[in-house]
């Protein structure tokens, strides 16, 4: 484990805020990670939304795997 986000807030909503702009802000540059896949799912309509169960990845999987980057990061591209 590289870092462990906790968000506290006092809503749901006002959490998954906080939790898109400190991944989008984390300065992890060299190696792969799943801040990308993290971003997709705070902005999935049905997380959101807190329409989730135990099948949530099975059903949106598909979904989640074409929001990642495929191409590193603009800061480590630029060095």
Not at 16 to 41: D, K, M
């Amino acid at each position: 484990m590289i870092a462990k986000l906790i968000v506290p807030a006092e809503t749901r909503d006002a959490a998954r805020q906080r939790a898109l702009a400190a991944l989008r802000s984390y300065p992890i540059l060299g190696i792969r990670t799943n801040v990308p896949f993290l971003i997709a799912l705070l902005e999935h309509p049905r997380f959101i939304s807190g329409d989730l169960d135990t099948h949530f990845l099975e059903h949106e999987g598909a979904t989640l795997r074409a929001a990642l980057q495929s191409e590193p990061p603009e800061q480590v591209r630029a060095v």
